[in-house]
């Protein structure tokens, strides 16, 4: 059942999302996955405040979270979960959730909510521990659906893992069952799933996905815009996005720490890529702020900076111009179009990618690197161009010089 009347929806094409009003809904998010386990209210509070300054719409989140969410209270001394029974859900735990999405709605920010990390029904990797089954998983379902009802919610199910197993899909079907037994359908819902893959692998015609996401992961110039190109070629039609890209701060594919730290320069690349070739939104990462590392906390994988001082990075104020960028044209009309690019369009750092309107009053072309680019425009029209140079770290825009060649 999908209630009518939802805060956020697909829109009518199946591209994009849009508010009940039929205005567009960028989603634009921040990776927080620790949020609500490792922080205390004042720290949310300044979280979210630099957040949504920064022009984030979504906040992605968890309730049982990944870095032992279960038996590592949170600074206040709460567990989400009393004797780690998911059928008994921590009243006092959950009375801090509602304080934090108090203030993240109070600043007009969206919550991206994984009700469990992965690792509680697939021990691939991790701490664990294994411990959900499909009953369990409809009861905490149902318990959280109806308890965050009527919040500023996208539910995000699955958390890093991939379906191995019968009983895996089980469990995530049985959570989804659950949730919309409690939220009686009012808030989209899609799934998050591990490294280099994409939810239509294991979710591809459930009925509760309502579009799909990849993780391209945490690479220098993995190319999500492979991923994307094939779940915007999907049918049935429904949005797509990268939800899990290259993090600022990361050391490159997590373990080569030879390949050096992300960058900014590494984010925007991800983001463009991704957007241009289709996506409905995006979401940014930073790898102190998603695990809120501070001083005495174990390390997760050479971070080297607390989460405090992470939230200055450049990349997270950059993201905020290509949300502003494609809503300050026609929006849902925007369709990818490689097809304006003469030749063999670049791989790696020089791939270049183009999108524009259907009625082709406009074009974006997204250039990576100083390379010369040729393009067609036969799919443009009008007969007289203004050319722009757009800095996507400034969100600046300039006159350009281009050379026009007719043909």
């Given at each position: 059942m999908i209630a009518q009347g939802r805060p956020i929806a697909v829109s009518d094409n199946g591209r994009f999302l849009q508010r009940s009003d039929g205005s567009p809904f960028f989603y634009l998010?921040?990776?927080?996955?620790?949020?609500?386990?490792?922080?205390?209210?004042?720290?949310?509070?300044?979280?979210?405040?630099?957040?949504?300054?920064?022009?984030?719409?979504?906040?992605q989140t968890v309730l049982l979270a990944e870095l032992d969410g279960l038996r590592v209270p949170d600074p206040s001394g709460r567990l989400p979960l009393l004797d780690e029974d998911v059928t008994r859900p921590n009243e006092e735990y959950f009375a801090h959730v509602d304080a934090v999405f108090d203030l993240a709605e109070s600043l007009g920010l969206t919550i991206g909510l994984l009700p469990t990390w992965g690792d509680k029904w697939n021990l691939l990797w991790g701490i664990g521990p294994e411990?959900?089954?499909p009953d369990?998983?409809?009861?905490?379902?149902?318990?959280?659906?109806?308890?965050?009802?009527?919040?500023?919610?996208?539910?995000?199910?699955?958390?890093?893992?991939?379906?191995?197993?019968?009983?895996?899909?089980?469990?995530?079907?049985?959570?989804?069952?659950?949730?919309?037994?409690?939220?009686?359908?009012?808030?989209?819902?899609?799934?998050?799933?591990?490294?280099?893959?994409?939810?239509?692998?294991?979710?591809?015609?459930?009925?509760?996905?309502?579009?799909?996401?990849?993780?391209?992961?945490?690479?220098?110039?993995?190319?999500?815009?492979r991923m994307i190109e094939a779940d915007y070629a999907r049918t049935p039609v429904i949005p797509c996005m990268d939800m899990e890209p290259a993090y600022e701060e990361s050391v490159d594919q997590i373990g080569n720490l030879a390949g050096g730290f992300l960058d900014d320069y590494d984010v925007r690349k991800g983001l463009y890529w991704a957007l241009f070739a289709g996506a409905h939104g995006h979401t940014y990462g930073c790898w102190p702020v998603w695990q809120m590392w501070d001083v005495g906390r174990d390390p997760r994988m050479w971070v080297r900076m607390p989460w405090r001082e992470a939230l200055q990075l450049p990349g997270a104020g950059q993201v905020r111009h290509a949300k502003d960028l494609l809503l300050s044209r026609p929006?849902?009309?925007?369709?990818?179009?490689?097809?304006?690019?003469?030749?063999?369009?670049?791989?790696?750092?020089?791939?270049?990618?183009?999108?524009?309107?259907?009625?082709?009053?406009?074009?974006?072309v997204f250039l990576p690197a100083g390379v010369e680019v040729q393009l067609t425009l036969e799919s443009i029209r009008g007969d007289r161009y203004t050319a722009w140079w757009?800095?996507?770290?400034?969100?600046?825009?300039?006159?350009?010089?281009?050379?026009?060649?007719?043909?």
């Open positions: 998010a921040d990776t927080a996955w620790e949020l609500l386990h490792r922080c205390t209210l004042g720290e949310a509070e300044l979280y979210l405040r630099d957040r949504a300054a920064k022009g984030f719409t979504v906040i411990m959900l089954t369990g998983c409809r009861s905490f379902g149902e318990y959280v659906g109806r308890r965050f009802a009527q919040r500023s919610v996208i539910w995000i199910l699955g958390g890093d893992r991939p379906i191995e197993t019968p009983e895996h899909l089980e469990i995530v079907r049985a959570l989804a069952e659950g949730v919309r037994a409690g939220d009686g359908g009012r808030n989209l819902m899609t799934a998050h799933t591990w490294g280099q893959h994409s939810t239509s692998e294991y979710y591809a015609g459930e009925p509760w996905l309502e579009f799909h996401t990849v993780q391209s992961g945490h690479g220098r110039n993995f190319e999500n815009w929006y849902f009309d925007r369709i990818p179009d490689q097809s304006m690019i003469l030749g063999d369009p670049a791989v790696g750092v020089y791939h270049v990618r183009a999108t524009r309107d259907r009625a082709g009053s406009f074009a974006f757009f800095d996507p770290r400034t969100g600046t825009a300039l006159v350009a010089s281009v050379r026009v060649v007719y043909r």
